[in-house]
């Protein structure tokens, strides 16, 4: 007897202490250990990550998750598809400012409730841990699980999206000098942005935010020049002319010739239509205004901090986006303005329409004088443009797609200042890559907290003692990263339409359902768990929380029809006559809703049969 107890009782500084021991004691002692061989309800009693993340990381990771890469271009992106005269525009700015406005209201909402229940419980996972202990287990689960996939798929498509930066900024840079990156290369440099930087966050949250910083104040700094550029070409508009003449080869002028003959002026519309397409810009540009919510667990002082990270990220967004999109578009309104049928056109509508809208391309070959058989030159063929006979300007056009930081470049070229584009396509291309790390951490997270309660396999809960990372939740992050690296880089050709579900649409759509629900739980969360919400950290009355979850709620749902009505794949199911890549598409984003619920119901079945209570497991919060 002596002997087998030795190890968990004898352990005494002094002899004396001995005879404080009953007898009664000993013997329970004896079996304590064969009684605790019934699954308790965490694998352990720490998770093993450490709260290292300060105010000012946890401020960094939302601005890198969140200004990366649709913001250099939105002003464009959802002008061109729908052009509207510059004398319909409300104070004479784009309806992208509009839209950047008003979800940055949603965003600052959103973010607070979203800041605050994460705060009340400030685990790894966020939201999942949220969600599945005030509304509902299998609710959390699917939740979490579909928040994973966006992160990781979105992990991918940002590591493809540096490639395609570099490209671009330095085709302009370096023009008429160009940088051809063709579906391949795409997708190889994104497989290795993706593991390199999952390699480097297996050595910790330390070093990962150090390198975030260093990513993150580089381009930061550069920004400056950005605004610089903006305001000059918004001060002088022939700084815009000589620039596009050095870069592209042709006038302002020419471009809106030819925007016009593509049928420009035929595709006009109202505020409203402009606005209502520019919401769904905005939403996906603010996508990830909630980051620091996952990596709770890993915050120092989340409990009192939280909320204060997410509002103050979330207004320094909000500023950075209304100024992109405003000086960046009036850079280009003064350049070849024109009234035409009452209407006022610039450069700015033409540049976006041709890079962006629906293009009649047919009639524009004609217009230069071409083949307008577009069936064997392809839409968009600026090769054949520049074969033609009426317009000899043509011939050395280098066109590029329509960049809020490409036009900086620009100007920066017209002022002669070469070494000023190159810096400003550097910024580019940071404010992309550090884009990665957030994306990495929270998919990671939610991965590593749905394994730590059990409902994913317990390998991935592990974490390394030396540094203090979810080793495998950040290796199955990478794999997962893998089909929107082909999606984004559509190789093989084809991948876009297929694996739809796995880019940016599809992202969203997973994300804002996430956010909505997240959103509920703040709603419910003094209704549900008051013994939660009474040991809060921040205090605000029960009718305070339920108001700001419920309006927070609102905005989140309104951000998750924005994204429906923009996927028209998801019904091609129900649809007669339906593209194939979208059926197939379709299957892929339904067929992981279904994943997602088959994983619950075997998990649940699995820790049941092993004795696990699963009821009280998702009534309590996990260990730190």
Known sequence: MYRV??????????????????FKNLISGCYRKMASSKPGLFAREATGLVREIGF??????????VIGLGWQKRAFQFTGPVPMPTNEMPLGLPAMFWAFLVCGIIVLITGYAAGYVAAAMPRSGGGYVTI?????????????????????????????????????FYNIALAPTRIPFGPAELFIGGLIIVWIFAIIALLGTKLYGRLLEVIFYIPAVITIIFFAMWVAGAMNPSLVVEGVKSVMGVTPGRIVDLAISGGMLEAKTGFFTAFSVALGGAFWAYMGWYATTFVAGEVKEANKKLPQVLLVAGLVI???YLLASSLSAVATMNVEKRTLGGDQWSFYQAYSFLSYGDVNWAAVYEYVGVDPNVTKYGEGNWTHIAQSPRFPDLKDINFQSAWSTGIASIIARGMNLGILSWLIALGGVLWIANDIPPFLLVASRTFFAMSFDRMMPEKFAYVSERWHAPVWSIIITAVFAIPACMAEANFPKGATDYLAFAGVVGTDIFDAFFLTLFCVSCMLLPLERKEIYDRAAVKHSVGAVTTLGFIATLGGAFCFYIFIKESPWIWSLFTTGAKTADIISACGFFGCIIVGILLYVYYMYKNTTRGVDMRTLYLSIPPE
């Not at 202990?133 to 999206?161: D, K, Q, T």
């Open 318 to 320: 909000m500023v950075i």
């Open 56 to 65: 000012t990381l946890g401020v960094i990771i939302i601005l890198s998750h």
């Open 132 to 168: 599945s202990r005030v509304i509902h287990p299998s609710i959390g689960y699917i939740a979490g699980w579909l928040m994973f996939l966006a992160e990781a798929f979105s992990y991918g498509l940002i590591g493809v999206a540096v490639f395609e930066g570099i490209s671009i």
């Open 5 to 22: 107890m030795e190890p968990y009782y004898l352990n005494l500084e002094s002899i004396e202490s001995f005879k404080f021991i009953s």
